[in-house]
């Protein structure tokens, strides 16, 4: 009993194997992956012609709204979180993560929790509506009945996001293997401890942003209400607060992994592996001192203005040396192209795509114009999905063999990147267009001239979706009938101790802690 | 018991995260209003001036304007009497708005004021204003409202113009329920 996992659905529901526990979370998360995805492909078929076809723009609203947070909440979050369960104790050679109760606990709340979210859809009154942004009083005065229900759902899915990132702090700094220095850890256990320190400081923010909701909705405190001597602009700074540094949670494991896997297909060292580290940290820090530069259109004075576009700037720094590390290190590599080196690719060009307007975003008066516009939509979809969700794609193709022992079929891997990429940009390099053109964003129809790159868009995004379905296909092939791959080292070009370990990776590993030299 | 590393840094973060849910709740409002308070940005006025007359400044003259808004769906008819005066900095000076419920309901008001530009904000006197209480007004009924107000003589030589804005939000349910609570 003591050696194997036990059987039947106990197994899951009283798991405390980080292994375990990291498949579910990897497997929840893309069913959430998939939800939100439904969700947005009802989006862009609303949005193929102008004119109302398919839904009422009530509805329309909501599926903005729990696109939004499904995909940021239900769908990156956990799916790195399920990364870090898996791979953190392997690559720390630590037998297990510090905490298991605790992390069965966090885990199998989040169901709860976005049941609490899901159920609106069938409630009168609907979803909610209000952007997932939420901003008041969108969110507390006009706001659907079943706003409670999101907010439940909000304090359960960040009480389980607070309780992963304590055990993930815990594991790296106390069970380190012998020998296993801080700057010796490989980059996705650096990038992951900083983001877990993000997320002790900023998730009980959110949950007090939305507790100050439920009090003003429910209880007649005027938090946000300006009759009763609130402001709603303080809304917006306090979930900005929340809100910056959570674009950092996304986008720093997402780095950690691209910079686990470019190595490695370069055959080269990482170049610049303590600069990486320093620039990770140095992201973190800024991410909490640049969160007005979301609200330059809510009448801030010159000074402020002045101060957090300089801030936001600033960001690119560190930022390049990220970007800068990873051409290094490929170049003068030996370079081959496996699937997850092209996903991993594909971020280091998109993503740097995607900072750029970013940076032109982040010019107040250009803003100005841009704001709430599809440019908007454009340049977050580049780093939250060309950032995130290809590396995670890669991370999966890149562990896969480590998780099942089989190798998945690299013409279909090679065939769902090419898929992906390309449906990707058709679908947002247009509403980079189309939000330059002036097509506000959140609104189920739009102006005729918008309507040819709205198509396009839409057309992109379909195949951007069917990608998604044909990675599922790839994941659950290999499982079922993948080519057996045993040896320890799937990628000869591989370090780290996840690859000392036999594939797949037995339920117990590191029971005596290895020696790190 | 004695407690294990692992105890401790857990402890430490739950105390860490505590701590920011308390931050957010209980910290960040009132340092947001003392910040807006401080700087004068949000162009919040502040409450009743106490302060001592001062000398009035014959030589300069300061445009004010006001601006009268319903918020939402409030039904009243809320405008200013006079949308526009002309003071000397220190003069003591009085004005109304006219407000009429129009519904067959009793009702109950609470206007929100905001000066335009924001750094005029500090130098906007107001010795008596209806904005400092909630107005109640009877099915049908129609008042003029009060506002007797001091531009301060220190007020910046680069602001010539000021914008008083009232937006009139409809509190009566809030005004029930506090009633309500009261009689409790």
Known sequence: MAHGPAKGIGRWLFATNHKDIGTMYLWFSFAMFLLGGAFAMIIR????APGMQLIKPEFFNQMTTMHGLIMVFGAIMPSFVGLANWMVPLQIGA??????????????ILPFGFALLASTLFMEGGAPNFGWT???????TYAPDTVNFFIFGVHIIGASSIMGSINIIATILNLRAPGMTMMKLPLFVWTWLITAFLLVAVMPVLAGAVTMMLMDIN????????????????????FWFFGHPEVYIIILPAFGVISEIIPTFSRKPLFGYSSMVYATSAIAFLSFIVWAHHMFTTGMPIAGELYFMYA??????????????????????SLTFETPMLFAIAVVILFTFGGFTGLMLAVAPADIQYHDSYFVVGHFHYVMVAGAVFSMSGAVYYWLPKWTGKMYDET???MQFWIAFVGFNIAFIPQHFLGLAGMPRRYADYALQFSDWNMVSSIGAFMYGAAQLMF??????????????????TWEGAQGLEWTLPSPAPFHTFSTPPNVK | MSINATQKI???????AVGMFVFAVFLMPPLYDVFCELTGIGGKTKGQYQGATVAVDGEREIKIQFVATNNGAMPWDFSPVEYQVRVHPGEKKAVEFYARNPTARDMVAQAVPNITPNNAADFFHKTECFCFNRQPLKAGEETKMGLVFIVDPELPASVTTITLSYTLFDVTDAAETSALAANN
Not at chain 1, 45 to 48: G, N, Q, S
Not at chain 2, 10 to 16: E, P, Q, S, W, Y
Request: hydrophobic fraction near 45%.
């Open chain 1, 312 to 333: 936001t700037m600033l960001i690119a720094v560190p930022t390049g040396v990220k970007v800068f590390n990873w051409i290094t290190t490929m170049f003068r590599g």
């Open chain 1, 134 to 140: 939420f901003y008041a009083p969108l969110s507390t």
């Open chain 1, 472 to 489: 599922l296909y790839n994941v659950i092939s290999t499982i079922v009938s993948g080519k057996p791959s045993t040896e320890e080292k």
């Open chain 2, 10 to 16: 857990t402890l430490k973060l739950v105390v860490a």
């Open chain 1, 95 to 108: 037998p297990d993560m510090a905490l298991p109760r605790m992390n069965n606990l966090s885990f199998w």
């Open chain 1, 45 to 48: 078929a609303e949005l193929f």
């Open chain 1, 219 to 238: 209880f007649g405190t005027s938090f946000f209400d300006a009759a009763g001597g609130g402001d709603p602009v303080l809304f917006q700074h306090i």
């Open chain 1, 412 to 414: 279909m891997g090679k």
